[in-house]
């Protein structure tokens, strides 16, 4: 079970990681862009069906996207039942 549970902690992060790159703006040359692009292509699949069923939380003139958050509580929660 350590290399699941392994595996699932890697993805959590690659998650956090995606979020907080998308943060950082830059153009679509930089190499940063290339990596937002590569997280995005690992985890679109999982965040795109939760995007449908958790909607974004709209404050004024912005949307909330609570979808990666809730997707890293599930996964440190697996995690830590592994």
């Known amino acids: 079970m350590g290399l699941v549970r392994t595996i699932v902690l890697a993805y959590a992060y690659i998650v956090l990681t995606r979020v907080v790159l998308e943060w950082i703006p830059v153009s679509y040359d930089h190499p940063v862009a290339r990596l937002r692009s590569g997280l995005r292509a690992v985890t679109d699949p999982i965040l795109n069906p939760l995007r ?15 979808s990666p958050m809730i997707l890293m509580l599930g996964l440190f929660l697996l995690a830590g039942a592994l």
């Open 52 to 66: 449908s069923i958790i909607p974004p939380i709209r404050t004024g003139g912005i949307a909330l996207d609570l």
